[in-house]
């Protein structure tokens, strides 16, 4: 088993910031790639952000410039640095990772952390 924790979701006004945390832990041998994505009310999950093993970023073209992923291989622990928010980017968002353990590979989904851009 593997849990995803998501934390730093909230409440912010339009240019504001906030970080987004999501924990790793259970039985991994190694992460891959991991990622964060988004799913606002009345739409598809889109991705967001990824990072690979290897701290290579991607990132969805609304958020480029303002939101920035890293991770921290020794804590299992990827990161979503968001500043200039906006109301578009208000939505659950979900952390997912790329998981090999003694069972396989596989992929693996936080349960979501809110974030809301309003005034």
């Known amino acids: 088993q593997v849990q995803l924790v998501e934390s730093g979701g909230g409440l912010v006004q339009p240019g504001g910031s906030l970080r987004l945390s999501c924990a790793a832990s259970g039985s991994i041998v190694r992460i891959n790639t991991m990622g964060w994505y988004r799913q606002a009310p009345g739409k598809q999950r889109e991705l967001v952000a990824t990072i690979t093993s290897g701290g290579s970023p991607n990132y969805a073209d609304s958020v480029k410039g303002r939101f920035t992923i890293s991770r921290d291989n020794a804590k299992n622990t990827a990161y979503l640095q968001m500043n200039s928010l906006k109301p578009e980017d208000t939505a659950v968002y979900y952390c997912?990772?790329?998981?090999?353990?003694?069972?396989?590979?596989?992929?693996?989904w936080g349960r979501g952390t809110q974030v809301t851009v309003s005034s």
């Open positions: 997912n990772a790329q998981v090999e353990n003694k069972y396989g590979k596989f992929g693996s």
